[in-house]
């Protein structure tokens, strides 16, 4: 996985600190820049920023993908206005060629100040453990706060993991960073005019998913982790999960159906009962675009009681950044296969790809309750003044009524009720219909996000 061929250097070392190469790994070409070694960080000078603006040319001219490995202390002090030009027109670089080839980038040790900036408009972001990335450093964060605060607690590999959301994938080691890096080069297309990439698998298609159904709790409430569902589908039951740790109430991750990468969106259960939040919407929304610029399915596994109240979460922008998730599937073009499996209340149910945000298949399990609320919320609302064993039998009657994906399939909500067990062989052949898919695009600049 590791083994790597056919290495021609494009342009002479301007440095001894970055190199830019044209490499081939897999079969599969790449531009990989290197600023700075692993023990050796590098304060970033107009030369190398320049390098690496040349580098991201050459790949974007090349039509494939692009690696940086970066351990930079930023620019030196006593270099000038020319260093920031540098990192400048790298930024400018790599952002005219986001969209067109996947941008891959890791941390080697450090990435700080305006450097650290880039790592923010990349595909993905590997952090070697113990790395650590900021814009303002401790000493600064000190004077303007006077809190005194070390590198790893200000910036280091387990708060992008878990709290910024920049960390992708935190690796052991190099050589772990490499093999995820092989990983996602194997899964990802060489650019966005390519096909879906395609890659042999031994999983037969039929495959039917036994006892499946047994993984969701006989309770209403009882939770369950969704990655045992997905894994289930997909091929060969491998998972490559994106920012695992960050918004862990929701799941985004690669991986085959068919042989087909797909990409994976799902709410868990698991974790803050599935409900969303601000930082599960714009992990999904950034997930979905990537997805739709370089021509990779979505399927959407949906389980949610809603949107997570609370007045914090208001106040910083709920709605604005709920509707992010709504923008981006809306805008997707690609493939887009939604499974409901139990709940989808509410707004909730129309972000998570519902059959009028234009899903183009919307399968339901029999399990599946998609409504406005759930019925203790409706009955409490509707029925306040009843006492409580007439709010039992109402509350029964209003499961029976509408808590059930058929009075959703008879509005036209749900395409198909499908028994869990075939849920692998449904999307396999919506998947072979599907992938050819084309939309003509409206003719505009671009719409405007709700950032």
């Given at each position: 996985?590791?083994?790597?061929d056919?290495?021609?250097?494009?342009?002479?070392?301007?440095s001894?600190?970055?190199?830019?190469?044209?490499k081939?790994?897999?079969a599969?070409?790449?531009?990989e820049?290197?600023?700075g070694?692993l023990?050796?960080?590098?304060?970033?000078?107009?030369?190398?920023?320049?390098?690496?603006?040349?580098?991201?040319?050459?790949a974007?001219?090349?039509?494939?993908?692009?690696?940086?490995f970066i351990?930079?202390t930023?620019?030196?002090?006593e270099a000038?206005?020319?260093?920031?030009?540098?990192?400048g027109?790298?930024?400018?670089?790599?952002?005219?060629s986001?969209?067109?080839?996947?941008?891959?980038?890791?941390v080697?040790?450090?990435?700080?100040?305006?450097?650290?900036?880039?790592?923010?408009?990349?595909?993905f972001?590997?952090?070697?453990k113990?790395?650590?990335?900021?814009?303002?450093?401790?000493?600064?964060?000190?004077?303007?706060?006077?809190?005194p605060?070390?590198?790893?607690?200000?910036?280091g590999?387990?708060?992008?993991?878990q709290?910024?959301?920049?960390?992708?994938?935190?690796?052991?080691d190099?050589?772990?960073a490499?093999?995820?890096?092989?990983?996602?080069?194997?899964?990802?297309?060489?650019n966005?005019?390519?096909?879906?990439?395609?890659?042999?698998?031994?999983?037969?298609?039929?495959?039917?998913l036994?006892?499946?159904?047994n993984?969701?709790?006989?309770?209403?409430t009882?939770?369950?982790?969704?990655?045992?569902?997905?894994?289930?589908?997909?091929?060969?039951?491998?998972?490559?999960?994106?920012?695992?740790?960050?918004?862990?109430?929701?799941?985004?991750?690669?991986?085959?159906?068919?042989?087909?990468?797909v990409?994976?969106?799902?709410?868990?259960?698991?974790?803050?009962?599935g409900?969303?939040?601000?930082?599960?919407?714009?992990?999904?929304?950034?997930?979905?675009?990537?997805?739709?610029?370089?021509?990779?399915p979505i399927?959407?596994?949906?389980?949610?009681p809603?949107?997570?109240?609370?007045?914090?979460?208001?106040?910083?922008g709920?709605?604005?950044?709920?509707?992010?998730?709504?923008?981006?599937?809306?805008?997707?073009?690609?493939?887009?296969?939604?499974?409901t499996i139990?709940?989808?209340?509410?707004?909730a149910?129309?972000?998570?790809?519902?059959?009028?945000m234009?899903?183009?298949?919307?399968l339901?399990?029999?399990?599946?309750?998609?409504a406005?609320?759930?019925?203790?919320?409706a009955?409490e609302?509707?029925?306040?003044?009843?006492?409580?064993?007439?709010?039992?039998?109402?509350e029964?009657?209003?499961e029976?009524?509408?808590?059930?994906?058929?009075?959703?399939?008879?509005?036209?909500s749900?395409?198909?009720?499908?028994?869990p067990?075939?849920?692998?062989?449904?999307?396999s052949?919506?998947l072979?219909?599907?992938?050819?898919?084309?939309?003509?695009?409206?003719?505009?600049?671009?719409?405007?996000?709700?950032l």
């Open positions: 996985m590791n083994v790597e056919n290495i021609v250097t494009i342009q002479t070392q301007l001894k600190t970055t190199s830019v190469k044209v081939c790994k897999n599969r070409s790449f531009v820049v290197s600023l070694s023990s050796d960080p590098i304060a970033l000078t107009a030369e190398d920023g320049q390098k690496l603006a040349e580098g991201v040319r050459t974007r001219g090349q039509q494939i993908p692009l690696v940086c351990n930079s930023g620019a030196p002090p000038g206005i020319e260093a920031l030009h540098g990192w027109n790298a930024a400018q670089e790599i952002t005219a986001s969209g067109v080839i996947p941008i891959i980038f890791c080697k040790e450090t990435a700080l100040a305006g450097p650290a900036l880039l790592l923010g408009l990349a595909d972001v590997i952090m070697v113990d790395s650590y990335s900021y814009v303002s450093g401790p000493r600064m964060v000190q004077e303007f706060t006077g809190v605060i070390d590198p790893e607690t200000l910036g590999t387990t708060k992008h993991a709290m910024s959301g920049l960390a992708s994938f935190v690796a052991d190099l050589h772990t490499n093999d995820i890096i092989s990983e996602l080069l194997t899964l990802l297309p060489s966005s005019s390519s096909a879906p990439q395609v890659n042999i698998t031994n999983d037969p298609r039929n495959r039917i036994h006892d499946i159904e993984l969701i709790p006989e309770t209403k009882g939770s369950y982790d969704i990655r045992h569902i997905i894994e289930k589908v997909v091929d060969d039951e491998i998972l490559t999960e994106i920012r695992k740790d960050w918004a862990t109430n929701m799941i985004t991750g690669l991986a085959t159906l068919n042989g087909y990468t990409g994976l969106v799902a709410n868990q259960p698991q974790s803050l009962a409900t969303l939040d601000i930082a599960a919407s714009q992990k999904g929304a950034r997930f979905v675009n990537f997805c739709d610029a370089f021509n990779i399927i959407t596994f949906v389980d949610t809603g949107f997570q109240p609370g007045k914090d979460l208001e106040w910083r709920m709605i604005r950044h709920g509707a992010q998730l709504a923008f981006a599937y809306a805008n997707a073009t690609i493939p887009r296969i939604c499974v139990r709940k989808s209340y509410g707004g149910y129309i972000v998570m790809d519902s059959k009028y234009g899903n183009d298949l919307a339901a399990w029999p399990s599946a309750e998609i406005v609320m759930g019925a203790k919320g009955i609302i509707l029925h306040r003044k009843a006492s409580q064993s007439q709010r039992e039998q109402l029964s009657d209003y029976n009524r509408l808590l059930n994906p058929y009075m959703a399939a008879e509005r036209g749900v395409d198909l009720i499908i028994h067990e075939t849920t692998r062989i449904e999307i052949a919506a072979d219909f599907l992938i050819t898919k084309r939309e003509k695009l409206q003719k505009r600049l671009h719409g405007n996000t709700p």
